[in-house]
């Protein structure tokens, strides 16, 4: 009698406690998200420290007349068939890196460099975010991968970050400065840039996957990275 008694008043005590448990790790996800996942931005005025073989790529970008000039026979030039800003330098802007600290200046990034703008609120921006992911782990050393979060809310953009696992740098442009700089206003919006620091391309046609993304890094600065 006294057994089943005992059994009686332990069961409703571990169903409490299972049930506590359970509610504490739903609650704790919230709490892991809610900071920036995104990395910090200081090695972005270093040089991708590239190895031996993929050193020589960028320096050969500027010697090929197709890089940035490519006209109406690339489709990723956008409705005008031009690549407005190709052969320019980054435009004298600095910006607050998404993990706080020193702004950073974007004629002091070191490229090459693939820079990627997106807002939480574009379809397409979500959709080729992934790519712009496995390109940064991919192409490590060869090429910074650095996402401008454009005229969107930190809540949102740090939801989306966490969702998809995005981890590379990112620079915040609420008021949209850089599109003004470089139109057209456009996202998502990918700019290519060479070791120089000078506007090679920018790919205004949509969301990016992996394949059309390597390709891209491979034709207008001269790195081979895998798809």
């Known amino acids: 009698m006294n057994r089943r008694v005992a059994a009686a008043l332990l069961a409703p005590l571990l169903a409490v406690t299972g049930c506590t448990a359970g509610e504490t790790g739903r609650s704790a996800a919230p709490a892991a998200t809610g900071g920036s996942p995104f990395a910090d931005c200081a090695a ?29 026979a690339d489709a990723t030039s956008g409705p005008s068939g031009g690549v407005p800003g190709a052969g320019r330098d980054l435009p004298d802007l600095s910006f607050a890196c998404f993990t706080g600290g020193t702004e950073v200046s974007l004629r002091a990034v070191r490229g090459p460099a693939v820079i990627n703008l997106w807002a939480s609120w574009c379809g397409p921006c979500r959709k080729e975010l992934p790519a712009f992911q496995r390109l940064h782990e991919r192409a490590a050393g060869q090429v910074h991968v650095i996402g401008v979060n454009t005229a969107d809310r930190r809540p949102a953009a740090v939801s989306i970050g966490a969702d998809f696992g995005v981890t590379f740098p990112q620079l915040v442009d609420t008021d949209e400065r850089l599109q003004r700089e470089l139109p057209p206003a456009a996202v998502p919006k990918t700019i290519l ?22 390709d891209l890094v491979r034709r207008h600065l001269d790195l081979d990275v895998p798809a």
């Open 44 to 72: 972005l005025t270093a040089p991708p420290s590239a190895p031996p073989a993929a050193s020589a790529g960028p320096s050969a970008a500027p010697s090929s007349p197709a890089v940035g000039s490519d006209g109406p």
């Open 193 to 214: 840039v060479d070791a120089q620091g000078r506007i090679r391309h920018q790919d205004v046609s949509g969301a990016l996957d992996d394949a059309r993304l390597a």
